[in-house]
Nanobody, 119 residues
């Protein structure tokens, strides 16, 4: 099972950017999906998470600006980022709890995509 993230890039402060991350391979289902980020010289932090049923939670620093969503039919999670600020600059990683049967699951990480917010 692999996660392929896309959509990173360079934007100016105040602009918007969208990320997507698609799972591929053979599995039973995907339960929670999430986005994390890691800025230079900082620890990786949770940005947002979403359950299979669509219930979302956000980190304090992005609440009200970012929106996580998913398409279960496409095994894809999205992150819409609005009102970006330089502090949002980081490598963004997608994460998924992938189950190979009803009981056996593991966390899978995408390769990371760089988001740079700068004027």
């Amino acid at each position: 099972v692999q996660l392929q993230a896309s959509g990173g890039g360079l934007v100016q402060p105040g602009e918007s950017l969208g990320l997507s991350c698609a799972a591929s391979g053979s599995f039973y289902n995907i339960r929670s999906m999430a986005w994390y980020r890691q800025a230079p010289a900082k620890q990786r932090e949770l940005v947002a998470t979403i359950t299979a049923g669509g219930s979302a939670k956000y980190g304090n620093s992005v609440e009200g600006r970012f929106t996580i969503s998913r398409n279960n039919a496409k095994n894809t999670v999205y992150l819409q980022m609005n009102s970006l600020v330089p502090e949002d600059t980081a490598v963004y990683y997608c994460n998924a709890n992938v189950y190979e049967d009803m009981w056996t699951g593991r966390a899978i990480w995408g390769q990371g995509t760089l988001v740079t917010v700068s004027s």
